[in-house]
């Protein structure tokens, strides 16, 4: 049935007026096609390009100057992001979307021979409804023909494989490996959500391909913040004809049928750009603090070998540190030793240290500086002298209550920490954190005891310094076993006079019933060394171990639980994931996911044969670890099927008038 003989079957009985009151409705119908409260079809159509000046795909133009023309009254969204402009543009050009229109104009001068291409991705919808018109790439050439080839594939970030979106990706058919450092990509596209892109308008040829989070708009690769990624091999873009499956849908339920659609097949489809950051080696102290009286924080970007020298001009400066470094040496704590210094409330000394100079060589500085604590002495001993006088008053009242009191205030005992609290895992360490260096440490005021059928017995283990406030106490832990820490007073004494008080923990090794064993067996790669990582559902490391291709990853004592598994080639063998240096040819080491959880179960040993290389990178990691989600795709709400189906009508766009 016909809207028109539906509206006449059922308004003819209601109006005695007959067809001209079928007439006074359709005339209300025509003002309401962006959906009314009566009921009126919506306007469901997206816009579509109606003209353009210069013409689509027009040849030999000369004019920078751009205007398209739509069907209805358009907006632009996030022109600035989302429209690539390709040769890329110096000077950014100005795109703008007045009423019906778009206007682009250039502001670099045109290259002579070279295809343009203005994608504007899916950034064009109807203004009123937001209908989306869909991805949308206009083009010309200033020379007598359009070039047609295309370039796709992915950039993921090199260490973990997440999708890198609105990363720049570009052509040079210049081969030299400096090019990216001197001049501008010839052709660019932008990474989407999903980390994918396309390089369109690319005419026939060789070409290396780079990818560039550009800093600075130059599109060129100048600075070490900015993330890069590039193929050491060329590439040849191609074509082949194609066809596709197609399905044709009856409704939202019901596939209709599944046709082949032929196409053309544009080649290489699957570039995929491992992207990274070089090392951040330019040193430069970034700040210094003295947030306790007791220490003094020096904050590098970077570290060195070589430590700064630091000369006291207001006290002496020869020993008066306890240096204690974190592992790269771009965190430098400096503990007085002295409590004259830690009382004194401003230090100032002389350092001499390398930094990175404009030309990026290292060389020395020497600058003064104050410090000192956020704190000052004075406010100290008076918040001192508050705590004694409420002691002092809690002593009073337990004697007026004739109370066992305290006639001399307890010291304050030094208070370290212990990384375990109770339960352990049989390969866990056992440590000690100390609030600061010690002037004395007594290892055998630390005792070590077992459970052996309800009698304790002494635990061979040693108490080994690790760090400069870092100890671990070595012993084989047994599962299933109950232990006990216990400490002697006065086994550890601070720098600053105070002592440790006695210390007692007991502590339970899980058993083995406790645990999972997973194996792990690994292909697909050379190498001596791969590193193969357990990650829990955030992606964070829980175990890793370093295996060869003689032997399985192995991780006992596991933990029940779902895992993710995640691998990397250590190419140096330094045992740590190492990024990419551009100049030195030297790509950041390759990093695989398997894309299966693994669940483990108590008592269940499991064993995993893991190909790293089974499907393409950009396919390996689990959608549950992705934090870079897809780009919403934008769709068209035919409202007007699900109107059609409620008036029990067939639905064409001829049966609205809509967009016609």
Not at 42 to 58: L, M, Q
Not at 407 to 435: A, C, H, W
């Amino acid at each position: 049935m016909t809207l028109y003989k539906y509206l006449k079957s059922s308004l003819s009985t209601s109006f005695p007026w007959g067809g001209a009151g079928v007439g006074l409705v359709f005339l209300l119908l025509s003002c309401a096609r962006m959906g009314s409260p009566d009921g009126g079809w919506y306007d469901d159509i997206p816009p579509y390009v109606v003209s353009a000046t210069p013409e689509d795909k027009g040849v030999d133009v000369r004019a920078k100057k751009v205007t398209i023309n739509f069907s209805e009254y358009i907006k632009l969204e996030d022109a600035q992001n989302k429209v690539i402009i390709s040769p890329p543009q110096l000077e950014q050009a100005e795109v703008k979307a007045t009423g019906k229109r778009i206007i682009v104009e250039l502001k670099d001068t045109l290259k002579e021979n070279t295809t343009y291409t203005i994608d504007f991705s899916d950034a064009i919808s109807d203004n009123n409804e937001g209908n989306p018109m869909g991805n949308y790439t206009y083009s010309f050439s200033t020379g007598d023909h359009i070039d047609t080839l295309e370039v796709s594939g992915y950039c993921l970030n090199a260490e973990n494989l997440e999708p890198i979106k609105g990363i720049l990706v570009g052509l040079y058919d210049n081969l030299s490996d400096t090019i990216f450092r001197h001049q501008p990509m010839m052709r660019v596209s932008r990474t989407n959500g999903s980390g994918h892109f396309t390089i369109k308008g690319v005419a026939p040829g060789t070409y290396r391909i780079y990818a560039l989070q550009d800093a600075d708009g130059d599109f060129v690769f100048n600075q070490k913040s900015e993330t890069i990624g590039y193929l050491r091999d060329s590439i040849i873009p191609s074509w082949k004809p194609d066809t596709r499956p197609d399905t044709l849908w009856r409704d939202s339920l019901h596939i209709e049928n599944i046709i082949n659609i032929p196409y053309t097949h544009f080649l290489p489809d699957d570039v995929t750009l491992m992207c990274f950051q070089e090392p951040q080696t330019d040193r430069y102290l970034v700040k210094t603090e003295r947030k306790d009286p007791e220490r003094i924080e020096l904050f590098f970007t970077y570290g060195s070998d070589s430590l700064p020298v630091i000369r006291g001009l207001n006290f002496d400066a020869s020993q008066a540190f306890i240096l204690e470094a974190s592992e790269k040496n771009d965190t430098l704590v400096y503990w007085l030793t002295d409590t004259t210094l830690v009382n004194q409330d401003t230090l100032t000394m002389e350092r001499t240290y390398l930094m990175t100079d404009t030309l990026g060589a290292l060389v020395s500085m020497t600058d003064t500086v104050e410090v000192m604590p956020k704190v000052p002495y004075e406010k100290r001993m008076k918040e001192k002298q508050k705590a004694y006088e409420k002691w002092q008053k809690e002593q009073e009242k337990k004697k007026k209550h004739e109370e066992k009191y305290d006639t001399v205030m307890p010291p304050e005992y030094l208070k370290f920490k212990v990384n375990v609290s109770g339960q352990m895992d049989p390969y866990q360490r056992l440590t000690i954190e100390m609030p600061e260096p010690l002037a004395h440490c007594d290892t055998s005021a630390v005792h070590l005891y077992c459970m052996i059928d309800s009698l304790w017995y002494r635990v061979p283990h040693e108490t080994v310094q690790t760090k400069v406030r870092l100890y671990d106490i070595k012993a084989d832990f047994t599962p299933g076993t109950e232990y006990s820490l216990e400490i002697d007073s006065a086994a550890f004494k601070g720098i600053y006079g105070q002592v440790s008080n006695t210390f007692k923990q007991g502590l339970k090794v899980h058993s083995e019933d406790d645990y999972a064993t997973l194996i792990v067996g690994v292909s697909g790669v050379g190498g001596d060394s791969i590193v193969v990582q357990l990650l829990d559902g955030s992606g964070k490391v829980v175990r890793q171990d370093l295996v060869d291709a003689d032997r399985n990853a192995e991780f006992i004592y596991l933990k029940p639980g779902s895992y993710y598994m995640r691998a990397f080639v250590d190419l140096n063998g330094n045992g740590i994931w190492d990024t990419g240096l551009y100049d030195a040819d030297r790509q950041a080491e390759p990093v695989y996911y398997s894309p299966e959880e693994v669940e483990c179960k108590a008592k269940w040993d499991l064993n995993r044969q893991w190909n790293l290389t089974a499907r393409p990178r950009h396919l390996q990691k689990p959608a549950k670890l992705i934090k870079q989600k897809p780009d919403q795709q934008k769709k068209l709400k035919n409202r007007n099927i699900d109107r059609a189906k409620a008036l029990g009508i067939e639905y064409t766009r001829k049966t609205t008038g809509v967009g016609l």
